[in-house]
């Protein structure tokens, strides 16, 4: 039980991970790349407030959450909007990749290649849960995880803006023609994923350290998530990324250390091959 | 572009090529240099390959970086092993890997496209350091394996020879992809990138082309592995980075990653710049993000779309000679307009009880139709009938949600769409799609791609095949746009074109294929009374020959005039069917488009022809 909830926990950043590619996604429709990047930002800037400027956890928090949706709206800015609209679609591909290699660089050049330790902020005395242990940080990581995976996903079905989200997601100009600001939404989206990201760079941080190539394998197993899951639905993604931290929590305790990437790799894909669009993805067809 | 590389002078490479050669022999460069040329040398290779897969194919492969190390480990095993240090078979060794590597990671990558084949080669790159040390026993581990002396017919390939080696081998290979590039394969790869659906219904399986590109732009990667386990003599798991793997990245997009030998401009730049600058090591990453970056908003061509703008405006500065017009030599001379087409072997294409249902809005209905071979059948209804719909059902586009859908005896329903295609349907788009970099001539022969088909050894030996096919496929194109009255914009890009001489290229491309059915999308829309009259022309000629005509159409004139039988939708169903003068006089057709009750003769209009214009501004005013 103690490997279910690490990978529970480990699998929650991958969650994250995915929240934030599928609001981007959703409301825009432009995979940002550079999303695992943020939540790297974000484990940095946490480490910033809590260690470097000895902030509380709440203004530390909000130093994260508001620093990364700047970063992640400068992103848009620079890196989507000029090429929105542009007949060949291959652009975002690169420049995506770009922006998520400058914050890579930024991040080593500021804060170093080596990682920092980011303060866990609950006691770190284990819990004895269901037969296993875990940290109080992580389960706060788990829940916080549920609940915002969760809202995010009856917010979108649910409330006039979610909708409006989707309709856009699905066809821009139409949307566009009824009177959806569309502009707005996908700056709107960056803005929101950039804020949850740097909402959860504490608690994401305090399980893996700060560290400028985190977003590597954060992108890789977010993107398994997805794959799992079926890009663009939020409970597709969420369940996803729990499962993608459970796979490798258990390749990791009974095959061997050297092992779970290539059991996820295995698994991401069987999935590719098997069911394309994801376990709960729904099939689009194309059009003319 | 083409034009360009097309006109290179093989004597003046020859030239360059022999210099390079005998550089380090005839004391022209120093050890120091001559390793950084192989070095360079080995990474235009891995660009090379991505360009084929990123500037071609437009998918994003980031794993040259885990083929390189395919390449690295599978040629020092061989030696280091059983002591097999025959170059030649290291590179083939190499190769094979990097086909199985590329097989095993392409099949189900390319599934879905775009991001997909991203992580799936970015994962790879990150299982470099775990599958060194899985098979720690083969590669040594996380220490590094050193690789034995190589050898060629006795010969130990070292110092001069190895840079030898290493130069032929390169310059085999942009010969190998400047011939695949440079041919309809290379045109077509362009159609993919451009529009997977324009390929598709071009006769071509879109996922096997991609599978197809993205194994080849996987060999270089391996080669470049094996002659740098050469060049090195040792080889550890720290080389495969995920830095060199954005290395890469940024120097294809530097280079161009559109361009064959952009490869080389990209990697010289980067291969200096991390030489040259004590400061590279820690901006790095920042400097490729930031080359990514400006490379993907301003200036996507890269070095090798600034050298082309630079010799252009010097050729119109009469600083250099001009070229002489594209494919001058394979055009006849003649003036003389093609009066009339080959017979088609037009055939009978019917739909039965054809549906659609997008979710819970039944888009088509229970349509059946006949289109007849010698006779062209038109589709009219107000926006949202059902007309592309049914359109994109014929050519598969979509599949049915119900009925059948007849070519011949043929069921052809549910197919692929590039099935369907090379059953002899051929299709031209209400928004006509065009490639970019390509010329018009070029464009109107891939039509001609499935077929008549040229394969890919003959383009890259450049076999007298090759060469029969390359000039049948421009005379038959030059014909067909001469037939559409618009020979004079063979030579011209493709996307430089206006919309009505878009429309009229759709046309030809569509009749290269010597198809058998012709879907027609709103062709005449967007056309001038010159454009209209070439077009309806066009159509006869279809017709007399022969071919089976659809014509989807708000131009109700021109429907009038060049329709046999004529079918009315609204709102996903077949309202009417019959000749034109039939529907003219149909009273319900007249009440859908005037919105007068059902029977209702107050109306002002005596029939149809006068209500075209409450189909809007669809009807230029010069048809009338």
């Given amino acids: 039980m103690t490997t279910v909830w690490a990978g529970l926990a480990t699998g929650a950043i991958y969650s994250l991970v995915a929240i934030g590619y599928n609001v981007v996604l959703l409301a825009s429709g432009t995979f940002n790349f550079a999303h695992a990047q943020l939540l790297m930002v974000g484990t940095f800037l946490a480490y910033a407030g809590a260690v470097t400027f000895g902030l509380p956890v709440v203004p530390t928090v909000l130093l994260a959450a508001v620093g990364v949706a700047v970063i992640a709206l400068v992103e848009e800015r620079v890196a989507i909007r000029p090429l929105l609209g542009r007949a060949d679609r291959h652009g975002t591909l690169i420049t995506t990749v770009g922006a998520a290699t400058i914050l890579d660089g930024l991040a080593a050049a500021i804060w170093g290649r080596q990682p920092l330790t980011v303060p866990s902020v609950l006691p770190d005395e284990p819990l004895t849960l269901l037969g296993g242990t875990l940290r109080p940080v992580d389960l706060a990581l788990i829940g916080l995880t549920l609940v915002v995976g969760v809202g995010l996903h009856l917010w979108s079905r649910h409330t006039l803006t979610g909708l409006a989200s989707l309709a856009s997601a699905e066809d821009r100009d139409a949307a566009s023609a009824r009177g959806i600001n569309v502009r707005l939404l996908g700056v709107g989206a960056f803005a929101v994923a950039g804020a949850i990201a740097g909402a959860f760079g504490l608690l994401v941080g305090a399980r893996t350290y700060a560290v400028f190539d985190l977003g590597h394998s954060l992108a890789l197993f977010g993107f398994v998530a997805i794959a799992i899951g079926g890009s663009g639905s939020q409970l597709g993604g969420l369940i996803g990324g729990f499962a993608t931290g459970l796979v490798y929590a258990f390749a990791a305790r009974y095959i061997g250390a050297a092992y779970p990437q290539l059991v996820v790799f295995g698994v991401f894909l069987l999935i590719l091959f098997l069911r394309p669009r994801g376990l709960f993805g729904t099939a689009l067809e194309r059009r003319v | 572009m083409n034009a360009l590389i097309h006109r290179f002078r093989p004597l003046g490479a020859l030239l360059l090529l022999v210099l390079l050669l005998i550089a380090p022999g005839a004391g022209l460069v120093n050890g120091y240099w001559s390793r950084t040329i192989m070095l360079i040398a080995i990474l235009s290779l891995l660009v090379s390959g991505l360009n084929v897969v990123l500037g071609y194919a437009g998918e994003l492969a980031m794993g040259q970086v885990a083929l390189y190390a395919v390449g690295a480990y599978v040629a020092g095993y061989l030696g280091v092993a059983f002591g097999v240090t025959n170059v030649l078979v290291a590179l083939a060794a190499a190769t094979l890997a990097a086909v199985v590597v590329g097989l095993i990671t392409g099949i189900p990558g390319l599934r879905l496209g775009g991001w997909s084949l991203a992580m799936v080669t970015f994962f790879l790159v990150t299982l470099v350091p775990n599958l060194v040390d899985i098979f720690a026993d083969f590669t040594g581990g996380t220490l590094g394996m050193g690789t034995a002396v190589p050898t060629l017919f006795g010969m130990e390939i070292v110092g001069d020879r190895l840079y030898w080696l290493i130069i032929l081998v390169v310059v085999g290979w942009f010969a190998v992809a400047r011939n695949l590039l440079l041919s309809r394969h290379g045109n077509m790869f362009l159609v993919l990138r451009q529009s997977p659906i324009l390929a598709s219904v071009l006769g071509v399986s879109v996922y096997r082309l991609r599978l197809l590109v993205y194994v080849v732009g ?341 429907v009038l005039k060049l329709a046999d039988r004529i079918h009315v939708l609204s709102q996903g169903r077949l309202l009417a069917s019959g000749t034109p003068a039939q529907i003219q006089a149909d009273r319900r057709v007249l009440a859908e488009y005037t919105g007068a009750a059902d029977g209702g003769d107050d109306g002002a209009a005596e029939s149809v022809t006068d209500l075209e214009a409450s189909e809007g501004p669809a009807v230029p005013k010069g048809a009338k």
Wanted: net charge neutral; charged share 15%.
């Fill in chain 2, 218 to 558: 996987a060999i270089p990667a391996a080669l470049a592995g094996a002659l740098f386990s050469m060049l090195d003599g040792f080889i550890a798991p720290d080389t495969f980075t995920f830095a060199l793997a954005l290395s890469v990245l940024a120097a294809s997009v530097v280079g161009g990653a559109t361009s064959v030998y952009g490869a080389i401009a990209g990697a010289v730049v980067m291969q200096l710049g991390q030489q040259t600058f004590t400061q590279f090591q820690t901006w790095q990453l920042v400097i490729y993000g930031a080359f990514l970056l400006i490379a993907g908003i301003a200036f996507n061509r890269g070095l090798a779309g600034l050298a082309q703008d630079g010799l252009a405006a010097a050729r119109r500065r009469g600083w250099l000679p001009t070229l002489p017009p594209a494919s001058a030599a394979a055009a006849p001379v003649d003036d003389e307009p093609a009066a009339r087409l080959e017979p088609l072997r037009g055939v009978l294409l019917r739909t039965e009880g054809l549906s659609k249902s997008f979710g819970g809005n039944r888009a088509l209905d229970d349509v059946s139709i006949e289109a007849r071979p010698g006779e062209v059948t038109a589709l009219i209804g107000p926006n949202g009938s059902g007309k592309t719909t049914l359109l994109n059902l014929i050519c598969g586009l979509y599949q049915p949600s119900g009925g059948r859908l007849f070519l011949g005896d043929e069921q052809i329903g549910g197919q692929p769409p590039y099935r369907i295609a090379r059953h002899g349907v051929a299709r031209t788009f209400q928004t006509p799609l065009i490639p970019k970099n390509m010329t018009t001539l070029a464009f109107v022969a891939t039509g001609r791609y499935v077929t008549h088909k040229v394969g890919i050894l003959p383009a890259i030996l450049r076999l007298p095949k090759f060469r029969r096919g390359y000039a049948a496929d421009d005379e038959q194109a030059m014909a067909l746009l001469r037939l559409v009255g618009i020979g004079d914009v063979a030579g011209r890009q493709v996307d430089a074109l206006a919309l009505g001489t878009r429309r009229l290229v759709e046309v030809a491309r569509s009749l290269a294929s010597g198809a058998r059915v012709f879907c027609f999308d709103e062709v005449g829309s967007g056309l001038d009374a010159s454009d209209i009259a070439v077009l309806e022309q066009a159509i006869g000629m279809i017709r007399e020959a022969g071919g089976t005509v659809i014509l989807v159409e708000h131009n109700f004139p021109l």
